[in-house]
Structure formats: C-alpha cells, structure tokens
C-alpha cells in the first residue's frame, strides 16, 4: 500500500482521538461502508458481530429516504448482514423528528416514497395539499411534472421548503438518476425558495442519530466513504471521523479537502477486531490510504449518493 501523510496540522486532531475513552459508539453509513452496489463489504458481517457481542452502540446511516428502517434491514440481511431495525437512521426519519421539534402535529405536502411518509405520520403529521404547513421534498422513483407544479405553487403560497438531503443523483443499474437536490433545485429556480437540507452534511442528522442512540460526541465515531457528507458532518457534530476507501473516495479526492478525517482506512475491514480500540492497529492514523490491486481514478470527485 501506498501511504500520503497529510498535512502535519491534522496531527492535534489525531492526538485528541487518542486521548479519548476506549468505548466508543458507531454510526456507520451504509453504502460504500458496509454495501456497495447490493454486495456486502469485506469485514462488514465480522464488525457488525464484534459490536454486538461487545454490546458497542451503534446506528446505521443513509440519506436515502425511500426506505422504511424495516425496508433496510431486510435489504441488510439479504447481504448477510443482521442489523435491528432500531439501529437503522434515515434522513426521512432525521427530517421527521426536525419537523415534529419545530411544529408539533403540523402538516405537510410530501413528494416521497414510504420510507418519508411513514416516518411524519409516526410523528403525527397530517399528509395534505390543502394549505400544507411544509412542502417536503424526498427521494423518489417517480418524479411526477404534476407533484412538482402542485409544490411551486403551494410554496408561493407561503408552505415552508424543507428537503431531506441535497444528493443531486443516486446510482442505479443503468446508470446515474436525479435525486432529491436536483428536483429541489428546479423547484428552487421555480419559486426562489431554497429548501433546508436535514440530511448528511447536515450535522442536524448526526445529532438526532446520536439522540437516537443515546450516545454523546465525545465517544462517538462516524464512519464514512465521503468527505463531503460523512466526515463533514461527522466532523461539525463533534465526533471523531473515519473514512473509508471502499466507496466513493479516493485518495485524491480525500487530500483536495481543507478538512480532514481523523483517520483513513481501505475498508471496515481494518476494524475487525479492534472495534474498541479503532486508533491503535491497522494503518496509521492521519493517512490516506491507496487500496492494494485496486483501480483509483485519482481525479475522481464525489459523485454518487450515500
């Protein structure tokens, strides 16, 4: 493997993380961490295992919120990897608990899929076109021309814009699709109304997820294959950050960043077994990692969906 040492700044931040207690909890992104393109990773089902039989608290994250946590966690188990329902966060979930903070039993207009729709109605929002409290803007496989017209004009009509997360495009089999940012920004460019984000790199979701867990920053570590989202967000919710070479970034990608994760690893693998003590084995803290036999477009940027 070849090793680039980052900027030697970064050294505080990696003294900091090894200053800190021994029993972390997790938050781990899902795709690109522990999936990627409906496979499970290297060392995913290992991890996952050590961090219940040590009983560590953990809580996976997506921004996708076309899927209910159930949805997922059948998703998971299909790839062999056993994670409760209670441990799975979603940027739906994440905005329904936003929307339930802000105004208690409000009401929205929603364009989304079940995974939206079922959390604000488990937070007791009413779902309506009729002088809707909130426009909310999800993930979709439809976009319809007519959802979108309806929105428009109820924002004009003074609904508040609440999206949840500004991904612009999300894989699929065939091919990149738009997602929730790129429908937020005609809807933007229509009425001159920005949406507010709630999901990934909004540190609003780390800080309900951690809520969610009932685990504090100071012991809690996000683990992540994007600078822009996850170590981000991780990063200005106050946790410790680890980035993952398995999905969306490259070593390039990591360097061109004026932020940095606390550590950088090729996959979750380099955890197994050191899930208490993540700064003390495997690759050294505070470097950025070019994975062994594998083909890193170092211009690459980030592009996908977590």
């Known amino acids: 493997m070849a090793l ?43 991890l996952l295992a050590e961090l219940a039989e040590q009983e560590i608290g953990f809580m996976v994250l997506t921004n996708n919120s076309i899927y209910t946590p159930r949805d997922l966690r059948a998703r998971l188990s299909a790839n062999g990897l056993e994670v409760p329902e209670k441990s799975i966060w979603t940027s739906a979930l994440a905005t329904a608990r936003f929307l339930d903070s802000q105004r208690p039993g409000g009401s929205a207009y929603v364009i989304g ?34 959802a979108i017209t309806k929105a428009v004009r109820l924002l004009e009509a003074g609904a508040r814009f609440i999206a949840t997360n500004p991904d612009e495009t999300g894989p699929s089999r065939e091919g990149l699709l738009p997602a929730t940012g790129a429908v937020a920004a005609l809807i933007e460019r229509a009425t001159g109304r920005a949406p507010y984000y709630v999901g990934k790199p909004n540190p609003l979701m780390m800080r309900s997820a951690l809520r969610a867990l009932g685990a504090h920053s100071e012991n809690t570590l996000m683990v ?3 600078m ?15 980035l993952v070479m398995s999905g969306i970034s490259g070593p390039a990608t990591a360097e061109s960043f004026p932020f940095r994760p606390t ?12 899930a208490s003590t993540p700064f003390s084995v495997g690759v050294r803290t ?9 083909d890193v477009d170092a211009g690459a940027g980030e592009t996908g969906r977590d």
């Open 228 to 242: 822009d989202t996850d170590v981000r967000a991780g990063m200005e919710a106050g946790m410790q950050t680890i």
């Open 263 to 274: 550590r950088v690893i090729e996959s979750i693998a380099e955890l197994v077994g050191a």
């Open 286 to 294: 505070g470097t950025v990692v070019t994975p062994g036999n594998t």
């Open 224 to 226: 992540g294959d994007r």
């Open 113 to 146: 899929e079940a995974g939206l729709t079922t959390a604000l109605h488990e937070v007791g929002y009413v779902l309506t076109d009729r002088d809707p409290d909130y426009v909310v803007l999800g993930e979709t496989r439809t976009y319809s021309f007519t």
């Open 4 to 46: 680039h040492a980052f900027d030697r700044q970064h050294e505080a931040v990696i003294g900091a993380a090894k200053t800190q207690p021994e029993r972390w909890n997790y938050l781990l992104d899902m795709d690109g961490v522990l999936v990627h393109e409906e496979h499970p990773i290297a060392g995913a089902d290992q």
